[in-house]
């Protein structure tokens, strides 16, 4: 497993969400992103925090529907933070730092004409989030971790 | 400071008129409307004046506030501010200095094109641009619908607003310039939008404008006499560039680069959500218009929108392409002063742990409810129903199917009971006894 950046949250969720997606459902991403975002709002996390959340919420979600068959997408919300899971059976990831690289992709030709597929989906995930951990078999799956922390004071 | 309420809003309910029937409730992109016993009610901090629910109104209960033509003789000196959506109203033949001198003929002394002010607004946003590099996309600040639409429900976006002032204001600083003495300066207003940022401005501390007319007022009044009256000499005053402000697409001609115009307030809701999910940042500028076709297809306006685009469109034809003399306007006019804030009003609970609970509890009061989004609780939908059941607004018995499922179950228990008599007052039935 491939951990990036701080170490995930492990207080008890208040609230455990689980989305379920299929490959090339496109607009369950999106979907699933503003449905977060607006619990969210409604426990008054910090605008900030929200974008984040948003933006890797919807780049995990856009990877399943894009590269995998089918998956879930959890999330964790407490109130020091977001927690965000992406679990995929699919053809998982053969070198994961090759695909941690900012443009590069193997979304194929048809994908990229519809505006996706540049490369940037996990290199802004891990922008976006405080930390984050790939798991993947190739041939059978991959899963995605990704954390948001509320800095205190 | 006179007792300005916390929140004006131009959008009101006429209650005698309104018959409960949930259309508005469903359209409002805010969820700023319930129905309570048989009637709509507005939540005021959720409100953002786009004027939808009066489009859908068909008892035409909900209804703009504006001031009125004979409010302008409060002043020696009444200005009209004229937006190009308003020539969007009238066939291309109508001459803009045809539609001043009618202007003209119903009372005001003078008459301002927003159409010039928007050239110098174009100009602001391309150097604003240009010194904000990043982040992307950054947003007009035009359409107040919009501008609160981003308080409201996207305030991580607020941030992207561009502090630019919007036209109005600006032809407002323009038309004072120009004059001394007494001068009321009223805008002729395709929606209640511009009439609640007059009042009530976000971005600034106050208005340059001492009020607004309903354009389909104004529009009714100078229709009789526009064969009568000559063309005004010194029209048109803008150029090309501004006056297709009041169509959509129009305000991004003006601006280089990569950009985007949408209208319609659900598909700007639609782009919002995808800026703030972070898909859009190869774009420089997003121009959002909260009316179909633009200001064209405001709500206080009466043309179809597109028939209102096209006419504009073929009048802007007529005016310059470059831009001819221009008065001088001072840098600072052009700015806002003021932050722009989200409005914090979807927190379940002003403690975080506590709204977490709270939120537990919407989510599992939502699965109890039937997902049908009928709204004939009075909620605009099941979700709503359970977040208003959990601010303490509505009980989950406002459902109709949920207390149709209640009663049910209830009967059937009352059908059990019945049939449970103690055996003292059996008649037949029960521990019946055979004699035979
Ligand atoms: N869930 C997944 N299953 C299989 N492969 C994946 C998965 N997620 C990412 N990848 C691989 O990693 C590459 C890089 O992913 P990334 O999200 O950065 O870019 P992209 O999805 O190709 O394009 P973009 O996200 O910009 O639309 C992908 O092209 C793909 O090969
Ligand atoms: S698009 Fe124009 S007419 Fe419609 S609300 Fe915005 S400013 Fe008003
Ligand atoms: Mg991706």
């Known amino acids: 497993m491939k951990i990036y950046g701080r170490q995930c949250l492990g207080k008890k969720a208040f609230l455990e969400l689980e989305y379920q997606m299929e490959g090339r459902d496109f607009s369950v991403a999106g979907t699933a992103a503003s449905q977060i ?55 998982g990831i053969a070198d994961v730092a090759m695909a941690m690289q900012e443009g590069y992709s193997t979304a194929s030709p048809s994908i990229r004409e519809m505006g996706f597929g540049a490369g940037m989906g996990l290199p802004n995930i891990k922008r976006h989030a405080d930390g984050m951990a790939i798991e993947t078999r190739v041939g059978e799956g991959t899963t995605l971790k990704a954390w948001i922390i509320c800095k205190k004071g | 400071m006179s007792a300005v309420p916390e929140y004006f809003h131009s959008v009101t309910l006429e209650r ?29 901090e959720r409100c953002i004046d786009c004027g939808e629910c009066i489009r859908v109104c068909p008892n035409r209960a909900k209804a703009a506030l504006t001031e009125e033509l004979k409010d302008i003789a409060r002043f020696h000196h009444p200005v009209a501010l004229i937006p190009p959506s308003f020539y969007g109203q009238f066939p291309s033949q109508v001459s803009p200095g045809t539609i001043a001198a009618a202007l003209q003929a119903i009372g005001f002394h003078r008459v301002l094109e927003v ?23 950054l947003i007009s600040s035009a359409c107040p619908a919009v501008v609160r639409l981003i308080q409201v429900r996207f305030p991580s976006l607020a941030d992207l607003i561009i502090r630019v002032e919007a036209p109005i204001e600006v032809a407002a600083a323009i038309a004072r310039q120009r004059g001394k003495g007494d001068m009321g300066v009223f805008f002729i207003s395709p929606c209640p939008a511009k009439v609640t940022s007059i009042k009530q ?77 972070g898909c859009l940042t190869d774009y420089e500028f997003i121009e959002a218009q909260s009316c179909p ?31 001819g003399h221009r008065p001088k ?23 975080t742990t506590r709204a977490m609970e709270k939120l537990l509890l919407l989510k599992e009061t939502e699965k109890e409810l039937p997902g049908l989004d ?63």
């Open chain 2, 293 to 323: 076709a633009g200001c064209v297809g405001g709500c206080l306006t009466v043309e179809n929108p597109f028939v209102a685009e096209t006419n504009l469109r073929h009048t802007a034809l007529t005016y310059p392409r470059g831009q």
């Open chain 1, 37 to 91: 975002k607006k619990m969210l709002t409604e426990v008054g996390f910090e605008p900030e925090i929200i974008r984040r959340t948003t933006v890797v919420a919807y780049e995990a979600a856009m990877n399943i529907v894009i590269h995998a068959f089918r998956g879930r997408l959890l999330v964790h919300i407490e109130a020091d933070g977001i927690g965000l899971t992406a679990v995929d059976e699919g053809p």
């Open chain 2, 374 to 436: 009928c709204g004939s609780c009075g909620s605009p939908s099941c979700r709503t129903l359970a977040e208003d059941v959990v601010r303490g607004r509505a009980t989950i018995n406002d459902c109709i199917f949920n207390l149709r499922e209640r009663v049910r179950r209830l009967a059937e228990e009352m059908v059990d009971l019945a049939g449970k008599v103690p055996p003292a007052m059996a008649g037949g039935e029960g521990e019946a006894i055979d004699f035979e």
């Open chain 2, 115 to 137: 159409g010039l002010a928007a050239e110098y607004v174009t100009e602001a946003v391309a150097g604003y641009l240009e010194e904000h590099p990043a982040p992307r996309p």
């Open chain 2, 201 to 277: 401005p976000v971005g600034r501390a106050e208005s340059g404008l001492d009020g607004a007319l309903s354009m389909a007022e104004v529009y009714g009044q100078i229709l009789p006499i526009l064969r009568e009256v000559e063309p005004l000499p010194g029209y048109p005053q803008a150029s090309h560039v501004g006056t297709s402000w009041g169509r959509f697409g129009g305000e991004r001609e003006g601006v280089s680069g990569r950009s985007l115009a949408v209208h319609g307030i659900h598909h700007v809701i639609n782009i919002c959500e995808l800026i703030e999910q």
């Open chain 2, 16 to 44: 005698d008129k309104c018959k409960g029937c949930t259309n508005c409730i469903k359209g409002c992109p805010t969820e700023a409307i319930r129905v309570r016993d048989g009637k709509a009610v507005i939540i005021e």
């Open chain 2, 329 to 351: 306007v001072a840098g600072e006019v052009l700015l806002l002063t003021r932050p722009i804030t989200p409005r914090k009003i979807w927190q379940l609970d002003d403690d």
